[in-house]
C-alpha cells in the first residue's frame, strides 16, 4: 500500500521557519522524483520544487528560489522542505508527491500523492 505522510505544517509568523517532511512507503523511493506542491484557497495546485530521483537536480518556482530548499534522504525514504523567510503569500495547504522516474519505469508513469499538511503564515 503507497503512503505519502506529510508533516511539520503549522501556523508561524512573517519572517519565520518551518521544515516539512514526508515519508514514504509502499514503492521503491530512490527511483522516483520528489516534489512539493501547495494549493491556496481559490488558487490552483502550483507546483513549489522537485528533486531528482537520486537527488542531484533541484527545480523550484521562482516565488519561493532563494528562500526554500528540498532534499532527501533515500536510506529514510523521506523528502524535505525547508522553508525560510516565510511570507504570508506562502500560506496554503503543501502536497507531497512522489513520480516514477522514466529512467526505471519505462512503461508506465507512476504518481503518487500524500494528504497535505497545512502551512499558515499569519501575525
Known amino acids: 500500500q503507497v503512503q505519502l505522510v506529510e508533516s511539520g505544517g503549522g501556523l508561524v509568523q512573517p519572517g519565520g521557519s518551518l521544515r516539512l517532511s514526508c515519508t514514504a512507503s509502499?514503492?521503491?523511493?530512490?527511483?522516483?522524483?520528489m516534489s512539493w506542491y501547495r494549493q491556496a484557497p481559490g488558487k490552483e495546485r502550483e507546483l513549489v520544487a522537485r528533486?531528482?530521483?537520486?537527488?542531484?537536480?533541484?527545480n523550484f518556482a521562482d516565488s519561493v528560489k532563494g528562500r526554500f530548499t528540498i532534499s532527501r534522504d533515500n536510506a529514510q525514504n523521506t523528502v524535505y522542505l525547508q522553508m525560510n523567510s516565510l511570507k504570508p503569500e506562502d500560506t496554503a495547504v503543501y502536497y507531497c508527491?512522489?513520480?516514477?522516474?522514466?529512467?526505471?519505469?519505462?512503461?508506465?508513469?507512476?504518481?503518487?500523492w500524500g494528504q497535505g499538511t497545512q502551512v499558515t503564515v499569519s501575525s
Open positions: 508527491n512522489a513520480r516514477s522516474d522514466g529512467i526505471y519505469y519505462t512503461a508506465n508513469v507512476f504518481d503518487y
Open positions: 509502499g514503492f521503491t523511493f530512490s527511483r522516483f522524483a
Open positions: 528533486i531528482t530521483s537520486a537527488g542531484g537536480v533541484t
